[in-house]
């Protein structure tokens, strides 16, 4: 049987057994710091190679392409594509501008794309380890490297948006301010900060006993949706789901009746049934009112069916560094959630 324990969110012999984890999170700004000062010459040199003429299209290549679509996709001034198969599409060419994230430098993928931006004369740049097989294949007269050193996707696309944005390609992502926003979330949820006041421990508390539907409405906030529901998964097992309104709606309104009668005690694997859904609303401020709408019909059906809605905010400056916000707490929940569930 496995059953939620939340006296372990504060015992220090818990904690300790968690500390590597939770430590990773709680650094998650100084990775940015890290990995921005690291590449700040190669940005300058990059921004002096792209400062002839302004590419026909963006390409953002390899695995983690679509952070960056979320993040350049509305205000792009030029054609931009996610392209995160291998190889590259058959027109780019000499007049493109190809951008990798590759913070492991061994993906198949990355390497493959550096690879054919090369033979085919793009401008590239390349943010990842210098030793490593993605910035071997990266080698040419128009190749830049990002150093990186840490293998932390975010801190990755923290460098590479800071040269998309010095050449006028890309919005404002402020480091300082992503970083600031992490350092701020790391304080809130602190390991020895009491549950009663630490919100990444009563998110993890709220979800113990229900399986998440983790929604955002604008693009940045949805793509957090999905990182954090693939933490819960994988922290706890649960079938921790995220989507559009339209795909977890009807998850919520299928959601069976609960009963007054119903023991708060029995574990819902044990006794046949299935645990409720829970609807973790993040909200990055975003004034969109597709976005609104939406949430009003999650909000209205989980009312409803009486299904738990738990909302996780972010209000610090600058579209990235909120989005960073709600993915930090949402990873720190997850991380609390794998403390407290206990098997027997």
């Not at 299209?57 to 993040?71: K, M, Y």
């Not at 020895?192 to 399986?211: E, F, Q, V, Y």
């Not at 309104?253 to 708060?264: L, T, Y």
């Not at 609303?281 to 009003?296: S, T, W």
């Amino acid at each position: 049987m496995t059953w939620f324990d939340e006296s372990r969110l504060d015992d220090e012999t818990a904690l300790g057994a968690a500390d590597l984890r939770l430590r990773t999170l709680a650094e998650s700004g100084s990775r940015v710091r890290r990995e921005v000062g690291a590449a700040t010459e190669a940005i300058a040199e990059a921004v002096a190679r792209a400062s002839d003429s302004r590419p026909r299209a963006v390409i953002a290549a390899g695995p983690d392409s679509r952070l960056l679509r979320a993040v350049l996709e509305p205000v792009c001034p030029v054609p931009f594509v996610a392209w995160p198969n291998p190889g590259l599409p058959g027109w780019a060419g000499s007049l493109d501008l190809v951008v990798v994230l590759a913070p492991e430098g061994g993906d198949e993928g990355a390497s493959s794309a550096v690879a054919e931006a090369a033979r085919r004369g793009c401008q590239l740049v390349v943010a990842t380890p210098p030793a490593s097989r993605v910035a071997d294949h990266a080698g040419s007269r128009w190749t830049t490297i990002l150093p990186t050193q840490t293998g932390d996707q975010l801190a990755t696309a923290v460098a590479m948006l800071a040269f998309l944005h010095q050449v006028a390609l890309g919005p404002v992502a402020s480091p300082d301010a992503v970083a600031s926003a992490l350092d701020e979330v790391a304080m809130a949820c602190a390991p020895r900060r009491d549950i009663s006041i630490n919100p990444g421990k009563m998110l993890a508390l709220a979800l113990a006993d229900t399986d998440p539907l983790v929604w955002g409405g604008s693009v940045l906030a949805a793509r957090a949706a999905r990182r954090v529901a693939e933490s819960i998964r994988r922290s706890s097992g649960r079938a921790a789901l995220a989507g559009d309104a339209e795909h977890l709606l009807p998850v919520i309104e299928a959601a069976r009746p609960h009963s007054v009668f119903d023991d708060p005690f029995a574990d819902s694997d044990e006794s046949g049934g299935k645990r409720r859904p829970a609807l973790v609303v993040l909200d990055d401020g975003a004034d969109d009112p597709v976005a609104h709408a939406q949430r009003e019909r999650l909000e209205a059906a989980a009312a409803d069916q009486r299904v738990r809605v738990e909302t996780v905010t972010a209000e610090t400056d600058g579209d990235v560094a909120r989005y960073a916000s709600l993915l930090l707490q949402g990873t720190y929940a997850a991380e609390y959630l794998r403390l407290g569930l206990v098997t027997e």
